[in-house]
């Protein structure tokens, strides 16, 4: 009697551990699938935030190294490394509007905004290859007009992007706040940049009146950097995009 008690209790053990095997495996694979069917957005993943980054403050720093080589001597070799800071910087910039452009995909109207800066990026490149001296040396059309065209562009869908941001967001948090530095920065410098370059169009390529087309320039580097800044502490500090 009292094996046949024993032999039935270890049974019995044995039985429930099973069970108890069981469901700590159907309880795991519930959870390993749950994990794949919610996946980490890209937008905050750390390499996507990184390059996004990145890719902006490339733009204004490039932008803003590719203007200060104007006040020296325009020799070939500078006249070149300008125009080649101002399309890499472009490049980045190009980057960054296509980046958000194939990551926010459901609203139309966000995606549309977005496509106005991409057009305006796309016209920066044109332009700032417009500035190599070879091509220069043929016409100053494509320089001037691929930064009068890409700033009008930028800088219309970052005023559409203020005023959405402006509309939704909340004052004084600093989530508003840094949003509006990063999208305000950007349309401050795409119109120093449109101003500068018209005023340049109209024949200010020398003297004072020069001296006013890279000043306007500076500013809107300037202030593009200082968007790029915006964005950088927000990925990087507050950890939202």
């Known amino acids: 009697f009292t094996s046949s008690v024993f032999f039935s209790t270890c049974r019995s053990a044995m039985s429930n551990l099973k069970e108890q095997l069981l469901d700590n495996t159907e309880t795991g ?16 993943q750390t390499w996507w935030r990184c390059t996004h980054a990145f890719g ?33 910087g472009s490049c980045g910039f190009m980057y960054v509007d296509t980046q958000e452009f194939f990551t926010f995909t459901d609203d139309k109207m966000l995606r549309l905004n977005i496509s106005m800066s991409m057009t305006g990026s796309f016209l920066y490149i044109v332009g700032s290859a417009g500035f190599l001296p070879a091509v220069m040396a043929k016409t100053m059309e494509v320089g001037i007009w691929g930064f009068i065209g890409g700033s009008f562009a930028i ?34 410098g795409a119109w120093g940049f449109f101003f500068g370059t018209v005023y340049f169009w109209q024949g200010a390529a020398a003297g004072a009146a020069f001296q006013v087309v890279l000043l306007c320039w500076m500013l809107g580097s300037s202030f593009f950097t200082f968007g790029g800044l915006c964005l950088t502490y927000r990925h990087a500090v507050m950890g939202v995009c």
């Open 29 to 44: 694979l519930e959870k390993g699938a749950a994990k794949t069917v919610q996946p980490v957005p890209p937008e905050d």
């Open 56 to 88: 902006f403050v490339l733009g204004g720093v490039t932008f803003w190294l590719g203007t200060f080589c104007y006040y020296y001597p325009q020799t070939l070799f500078v006249q070149n490394l300008s125009a080649w800071l101002y399309i890499i």
């Open 155 to 188: 800088g219309v869908s970052q005023m559409w992007k203020v005023v959405r941001i402006s509309r939704s967001g909340r004052f004084p948090e600093k989530d508003t706040l840094t949003a509006l530095g990063v999208e305000g920065g950007a349309c401050l």
